[in-house]
């Protein structure tokens, strides 16, 4: 479908959003579902594994689907020997969700990628109409990007450039150290090298990851941080909370929010029940935009050193990582398994 040009009859462009998922459902997505609900006319479709019954809003679908399969499948539709034998692999392929889904991506103006370690907020008002017309890449991060759903656009992943790596490459690597295919490194430069237009000004919150020692506080990778600050989802808008000087409190919103490498536990509420929650380091909580004190500032967004057997969690999934960098590269090959 493409957007109506008649002022007198305006339509929003419409907008599906796809989640590769492998394993076990976070513990909270129902809070990752609950802000989707409040984004009613945009979809997400999330292919996984994970056959455990869920409560999913109508803009919400899961769709059965294996790793092996997406492999498989992958190296069809590519002509390519694709190594896909990891999820984390998948970072690798975001870019090319419109050409290796498009058989369920046909009727949507623009389609997208993102993560479930994240909370939207009000999507619509960041991602407006005049910004959908003009660009055909929207945004430049790996959790959430959108293309233009044509089959130009959707091709834009095998254009080359120099110094930069190209999809054959990325798709074979198996590395799970180069993940930039999909960002700024990869597709971004490639777009940038054969100057077409991309829309890459950032209105999120892309918190920054914990340590190996330490589960440290939210805190923006990009904008202002402040000694007291919280961040929380409300009745569908995703606000960072902190005092001005004249200590009250502020809210500054933002199009979603991104809390990468935290194993984050369910919350002991309903989400669907709830006006909002806040987000932080320890997980989820009822919040209704009441007042806080400074211990409450302090209490839901404090650091901790890492317990012992949380740092052994830690060094053993590094180690685990560096073991598999330690096997040699895979030749490039293509579907019939053949050196190119």
Known sequence: MAMSDDP???RKSSLCLIVCYFGKLPPYVECVFRSCEL??????LILTDDPTPRRLPPNVRL????????QKNFSAKLALEVNLTHPRLLCHFKAAYGYLFADLLGKYDFWGHCDLDMVFGNLRKFLREDILRAYDKILCRGHLTLYRNTEKVNRYFMLEAPNTINYREAFQCGRTDHLTFDEWRGIYAILRYHDLPQFHEEFIVDVKPPTRWKIT???GAAGRNYPEQVFYWHRGR????HYNCDRGIADDEYAYLHFQKRSLPAPEFDPYSAPGFLITPEGFFPYNREPLTDAEFARF???RWRTSGE???VIGRAIGKRLRLLKPSREVRDAKGKPR
């Open 63 to 70: 769709h059965p689907a294996t790793l092996a399969g997406l």
């Open 301 to 303: 967004n404090r650091e």
């Open 39 to 44: 984004n009613p006319d945009i979809d997400w």
């Open 238 to 241: 995703i606000y960072h909370a």
């Open 311 to 313: 740092i052994l969690g």
């Open 217 to 219: 506080r939210f805190e």
């Open 8 to 10: 007198t009859n305006p």
